[in-house]
């Protein structure tokens, strides 16, 4: 067996370097995607990016040297080499397609990657937000805080409804308000317009 080691490492070729790296970067794969079959994978991304700002709307980086990039190059660089060893290509065209392919799958995953990042939002409503808004009342609101009503607000892009009290005077069913403080999580303070 040793004979066979001995041998295979002296008659070092391409070929054996192409395998090399399809076998490392498919076992890195491999290896996160078991991970991630347990919720282990998510965060295992190297913190290293380069800049390509191309729309110029939030995070512009496109981390082409995560783990899941490095790994795609590997993969694809030693399968396309392999094959194109295995096909009698010319072996400067060989290393040629090789990183092509590589460069081409590392830059498609990390765009994939980024799309991902994108879409990632906690879907939690800050009801600070609203503060400084203006509302509309849909359920009249009694003057002096002697009680509460109702009113609805444009807020982070979204439509929402408070419980809402105003220490002026009573405000009728479609004036417009504006929300001044926040007295719990449902419920604002409001004034007229």
Known sequence: MWDWFKDQLTHWSMVHAYLACATAGGGMLLVQFGLSLFGLGGDMDVDTDADFDTDGDGDGSLNVLSIRAVAGFLTFFGLVGWAGT????????????ALAAGTTVMLLIASV???FRRLDESGNF???LAIGTIAQV?????????GKGKIT??????SVEFAAVTNGDTLATGS????VSLISADTVEVEAI
């Open 153 to 158: 607000a444009s807020v982070a892009g979204r």
């Open 86 to 97: 295995g096909a009698g290509w010319h072996p400067a065209l060989t290393a040629v397609a």
């Open 126 to 128: 800050d009801p600070n």
């Open 113 to 115: 990657m980024r799309m």
């Open 138 to 146: 849909y359920l009249r609101i009694p003057g002096g805080a002697s």
């Open 176 to 179: 417009n308000c504006k929300i």
